[in-house]
């Protein structure tokens, strides 16, 4: 197989970074351009699933249209320019969570499936009964759902630290429910819901204290932050493709190699094994071991081209510009009579989740749409976090780079309007 | 406001929404049903009182947007002393009215729906439409005596 060499990724990233120009990154999304209802596009459900830039999209484009045929096994041209399209986004993944080698990078169809191979490998083999799994009240359900399976099959327990009312998890809580029986801590980098920024890295280290793997659910932190696996020290770290400007159905997760080499495989059947005859199948070496059948190899490529934007652009740059925007945008919700913001951690990123007195978040959705402004209404798949601070649901604004001031501005504008639908004076 | 907001949110529809009607555990409720509507949270109970065929007393309890409040409040109102038969006929032309295919209803049930003519423009809000029709699917489960929760997903 044919591989692109890492100096030449490594190379890429040490080209000069321009200062970030939110209307020339805008310029890169088509689908931004657009009137909804008669009214410019504001799109502020990036946390749902983000928009796409034309980089991303010309590069599925060109896979199709001139270098598509199968991976890994054909003898020709189109086999192996796939191939090297295919593996070469491996080696962008690996420079993007800075991970050690590229069979620590598994590509998956999601952070969904990021963490249910995990639960359902190293899951099965490590938590037996009576064992512990430890999460955060503020998981999305796709990292609760597959520890419950497996705690119910394994007649062990889910334990849950609790989050206080920021929306910071409590973290003598989360040290005391550590324990002797603890297996695996599964927690969000970024709250879908509230956009807490968790301490990843001292969760990391007090699980370690303890023996114990931890597993990142990167969803939220990938459109956003700068991400290192070195740094954070995880042992498992699972991203989505779609929620980071690339394709639907595709996603990448991490996994120590000393870990995922003692993992049993996740499924079987083509691409995953060495050989096979009907008495043996001897399987393949990492990271093919985890990556039965024909892959989605489109939307590799795609997801490899929305890591070279990020990377582009720069996370830092991204980060920064961001977090002056969720400033503002957090200052001029609070200036709306009768709106909570539901989730007040330290540290957030991209999140804005509100409620307004008098009006259910439904409601406030379809009068923004009316609008043309896209925001997310609802439990977000995350019942218990809507539990914690006593609301059916939330209106949720999510930021993403290519938002701007004014279209901050065009929601609180909306949120008027809801106020006057409703007769709010 | 555009005019499809102001037809979908009428006065009317606000007022139920803020100031439900039956808001109540009716007295003699014989039947109850619990529906759900998982994609907004919305939860309702609905109690139903029903004597020789006859709903003699109707009431709920519950949250929800303004549209599925309205629809609950006002469906109550328009169910008191209805028979079951009136009822299944109420419940198909309403259905009719919020998803616009009233072609499917003939026209003398739908003008029997009286006031709950405004919930109309419903059905230019698609995914609305569980919201108005909640209650509804909810009343039918309590009436059939379903244990089962409603749920529109």
Known sequence: ?425 | MNDSLRELYQEVILDHSKNPRNFRVPEGASRQAKGYNPLCGDRITLFVDVEGGVVRNIGFQGAGCAISTASASMMTEAMKGKTEAEVEKLFTAFHGLVTGRTGLVDEESLGQLGKLAVFAGVRDYPVRVKCATLAWHTLKAALAQQEEAVSTE
């Open chain 1, 1 to 425: 197989m044919s591989i692109t060499s890492q100096t030449e990724v490594a190379a890429r990233k040490e080209s000069p970074k321009r200062p970030f120009d939110v209307e020339r990154v805008r310029a890169d999304f088509p689908g931004l351009h657009q009137d909804i209802k008669g009214k410019p596009l504001v799109y502020l459900d990036n946390a749902a699933s983000a928009q796409k830039p034309r980089q991303v999209l010309d590069a599925m484009m060109r896979l199709y249209s001139h270098d598509y045929a199968n991976i890994h096994r054909g003898v020709h041209e189109l086999s192996e320019r796939a191939t090297k399209a295919y593996e070469n986004a491996r080696l962008k993944a690996l420079r993007f969570l800075n991970a050690a080698s590229e069979r620590e990078i598994i590509f998956v169809r999601g952070t969904t499936e990021g963490i249910n191979l995990v639960a359902q490998t190293y899951g099965r083999v490590n938590v037996g009964e009576g064992d512990e799994v430890l999460i955060t009240h503020m998981e999305h359900h796709s990292n609760i759902v597959p520890w419950q399976m497996l705690c119910g099959e394994k007649k062990a327990h889910l334990k849950v630290a609790p989050i206080d009312d920021r929306g910071d998890i409590d973290m003598d809580a989360f040290r005391k429910l550590l324990g002797p029986r603890t297996k695996i801590v599964s927690l969000a980098h970024v709250s879908n819901a509230l956009g807490t920024i968790n301490p990843v890295r001292t969760v990391v280290e007090l699980a370690h204290e303890r023996g114990v793997p931890v597993l990142v659910d990167g969803a939220q932190a990938a459109p956003h932050l700068p991400i290192d696996v070195a740094a954070l020290g995880c042992d498992f770290y699972t991203i989505s493709g779609h929620k980071m400007f690339g394709p639907t159905g595709v996603g990448v997760l991490y996994g120590k190699e000393a870990l995922l080499e003692k993992m049993p495989p996740y499924q079987g059947g083509g691409d995953m094994i060495a050989s096979v005859t009907f008495e043996k199948t001897t399987y393949n070496r990492l990271p093919f071991r985890f990556e039965a059948g024909t892959p989605n190899i489109a939307g590799v490529v795609g997801l490899g081209a929305a890591m070279d934007y990020l990377t582009e652009i720069g996370l830092d740059a991204i980060s920064a510009y961001e977090e002056e925007l969720l400033d503002y945008g957090t200052e001029q919700l609070r200036s709306i009579p009768g709106l909570r913001i539901v989730g007040e951690a330290r540290h957030k990123a991209s999140v804005l989740s509100f409620v307004l007195d008098g009006v259910h978040p439904h409601d406030i959705g379809t009068i923004l749409d009316q609008e043309g402004i896209a925001v997310r209404t609802g439990h977000h798949c995350a019942q218990p976090v809507m539990d914690r601070f006593g609301v059916p649901a939330t209106a949720r604004a999510s930021l993403a780079l290519y938002n701007t001031r004014e279209e901050i501005d065009r929601l609180i504008s909306g949120l008027y309007t809801v106020r006057e639908v409703f007769g709010l004076k």
